[in-house]
Protein backbone atom coordinates (compact mmCIF):
# COMPACT_ATOMS: atom_id res chain seq x y z
CA UNK A 1 0.00 0.00 0.00
CA UNK A 2 1.54 3.28 -0.72
CA UNK A 3 -0.02 4.99 2.40
CA UNK A 4 2.07 2.78 4.20
CA UNK A 5 5.40 3.18 2.42
CA UNK A 6 4.90 6.81 2.11
CA UNK A 7 4.91 6.83 5.50
CA UNK A 8 8.11 4.67 5.87
CA UNK A 9 9.86 7.19 3.79
CA UNK A 10 8.97 10.25 6.70
CA UNK A 11 10.21 8.53 9.23
CA UNK A 12 13.20 7.65 7.51
CA UNK A 13 14.30 10.80 5.48
CA UNK A 14 12.02 13.24 7.80
CA UNK A 15 12.41 16.44 6.15
CA UNK A 16 13.68 15.59 2.63
CA UNK A 17 11.10 13.71 2.18
CA UNK A 18 8.85 16.69 2.98
CA UNK A 19 10.78 18.95 0.66
CA UNK A 20 10.67 16.10 -2.47
CA UNK A 21 6.63 16.01 -1.86
CA UNK A 22 6.29 19.54 -1.38
CA UNK A 23 7.84 20.17 -4.57
CA UNK A 24 6.57 17.83 -6.78
CA UNK A 25 2.95 19.50 -5.35
CA UNK A 26 3.91 22.63 -6.20
CA UNK A 27 5.01 21.38 -10.10
CA UNK A 28 1.76 19.89 -9.80
CA UNK A 29 -0.30 22.60 -9.13
CA UNK A 30 1.52 24.94 -11.50
CA UNK A 31 1.29 23.23 -14.38
CA UNK A 32 -2.44 22.69 -13.65
CA UNK A 33 -2.97 26.14 -13.16
CA UNK A 34 -1.07 26.85 -16.21
CA UNK A 35 -3.26 24.12 -18.58
CA UNK A 36 -6.73 25.25 -17.44
CA UNK A 37 -5.29 28.90 -18.11
CA UNK A 38 -4.72 27.99 -21.71
CA UNK A 39 -7.63 26.28 -21.94
CA UNK A 40 -7.07 22.95 -21.80
CA UNK A 41 -10.19 20.51 -21.26
CA UNK A 42 -8.35 19.09 -18.07
CA UNK A 43 -12.28 17.10 -17.27
CA UNK A 44 -11.77 14.77 -20.33
CA UNK A 45 -8.11 14.36 -19.64
CA UNK A 46 -9.19 12.59 -16.42
CA UNK A 47 -11.63 10.54 -17.72
CA UNK A 48 -8.98 9.34 -20.09
CA UNK A 49 -7.01 8.42 -17.76
CA UNK A 50 -9.87 6.73 -15.93
CA UNK A 51 -10.18 9.36 -12.85
CA UNK A 52 -13.49 10.90 -12.05
CA UNK A 53 -13.70 14.31 -12.95
CA UNK A 54 -14.42 17.33 -11.12
CA UNK A 55 -18.33 16.98 -11.58
CA UNK A 56 -20.50 14.01 -12.45
CA UNK A 57 -22.63 14.15 -15.23
CA UNK A 58 -26.15 14.07 -13.08
CA UNK A 59 -24.68 17.66 -11.89
CA UNK A 60 -24.58 18.65 -15.14
CA UNK A 61 -27.27 17.76 -16.71
CA UNK A 62 -29.35 18.95 -13.71
CA UNK A 63 -27.45 22.71 -14.52
CA UNK A 64 -27.17 23.02 -18.19
CA UNK A 65 -29.85 22.36 -20.92
CA UNK A 66 -29.26 19.03 -22.96
CA UNK A 67 -25.75 18.86 -24.95
CA UNK A 68 -23.59 16.37 -26.33
CA UNK A 69 -19.33 15.89 -25.37
CA UNK A 70 -17.35 16.00 -28.49
CA UNK A 71 -14.42 13.88 -28.46
CA UNK A 72 -11.83 16.60 -28.05
CA UNK A 73 -13.69 17.06 -24.76
CA UNK A 74 -15.56 20.14 -25.42
CA UNK A 75 -19.44 20.23 -25.08
CA UNK A 76 -21.34 21.41 -28.09
CA UNK A 77 -25.05 22.90 -27.12
CA UNK A 78 -27.74 23.95 -29.40
CA UNK A 79 -29.47 27.33 -28.64
CA UNK A 80 -32.41 28.92 -30.22
CA UNK A 81 -31.39 32.16 -31.50
CA UNK A 82 -34.42 33.73 -33.07
CA UNK A 83 -37.86 32.16 -34.69
CA UNK A 84 -36.46 33.19 -38.38
CA UNK A 85 -33.23 31.46 -37.71
CA UNK A 86 -31.94 27.90 -37.18
CA UNK A 87 -30.41 27.30 -33.63
CA UNK A 88 -26.53 27.98 -33.26
CA UNK A 89 -24.68 25.07 -32.32
CA UNK A 90 -21.74 26.51 -29.51
CA UNK A 91 -18.99 25.45 -28.80
CA UNK A 92 -17.53 25.45 -25.19
CA UNK A 93 -15.18 24.32 -22.55
CA UNK A 94 -16.25 22.70 -19.89
CA UNK A 95 -13.12 23.36 -17.42
CA UNK A 96 -13.13 26.85 -18.63
CA UNK A 97 -16.74 26.84 -17.51
CA UNK A 98 -15.41 25.82 -13.86
CA UNK A 99 -12.83 28.09 -13.52
CA UNK A 100 -15.11 30.88 -14.03
CA UNK A 101 -18.30 30.13 -11.93
CA UNK A 102 -16.15 28.59 -8.82
CA UNK A 103 -13.45 30.55 -7.68
CA UNK A 104 -10.85 30.17 -10.64
CA UNK A 105 -8.03 28.76 -12.45
CA UNK A 106 -5.58 28.48 -8.89
CA UNK A 107 -8.87 26.80 -7.20
CA UNK A 108 -9.83 24.14 -9.68
CA UNK A 109 -5.58 23.54 -9.92
CA UNK A 110 -5.37 22.79 -6.33
CA UNK A 111 -8.68 20.22 -6.95
CA UNK A 112 -7.33 18.65 -9.53
CA UNK A 113 -4.09 18.52 -7.38
CA UNK A 114 -6.05 16.54 -4.77
CA UNK A 115 -7.16 14.39 -7.53
CA UNK A 116 -3.86 13.68 -8.23
CA UNK A 117 -2.52 12.52 -4.89
CA UNK A 118 -2.12 8.64 -5.93
CA UNK A 119 0.07 9.42 -8.54
CA UNK A 120 1.76 11.72 -6.59
CA UNK A 121 3.22 9.43 -3.67
CA UNK A 122 4.91 7.48 -6.04
CA UNK A 123 6.88 9.87 -7.78
CA UNK A 124 7.68 11.07 -3.88
CA UNK A 125 8.35 7.67 -2.93
CA UNK A 126 10.63 7.24 -6.39
CA UNK A 127 12.18 10.57 -6.40
CA UNK A 128 12.87 10.97 -2.36
CA UNK A 129 16.28 8.34 -1.81
CA UNK A 130 18.07 10.18 -4.77
CA UNK A 131 17.30 13.29 -4.05
CA UNK A 132 19.02 12.23 0.07
CA UNK A 133 21.62 10.90 -1.43
CA UNK A 134 22.35 13.85 -3.52
CA UNK A 135 22.13 16.26 -0.33
CA UNK A 136 24.30 13.85 1.81
CA UNK A 137 27.05 13.43 -0.49
CA UNK A 138 27.19 17.65 -0.58
CA UNK A 139 27.08 17.57 2.95
CA UNK A 140 23.76 19.70 2.63
CA UNK A 141 22.39 16.79 4.30
CA UNK A 142 23.53 16.33 8.29
CA UNK A 143 22.41 12.74 8.55
CA UNK A 144 24.13 9.66 6.92
CA UNK A 145 21.17 7.83 4.75
Known amino acids: MAGGRFRELLKKYGKVALGVHFSVSAASITGLYIAIKNNVD ?61 GGALALAVLCNKALFPIRVPITIALTPPIARFLARRRILKNNV
Open 42 to 102: VESLFHKVGMSGVSTKDEDQKLQPPSTETLDGFVTEERPSSENQPPTVQKKNRTAELAATS
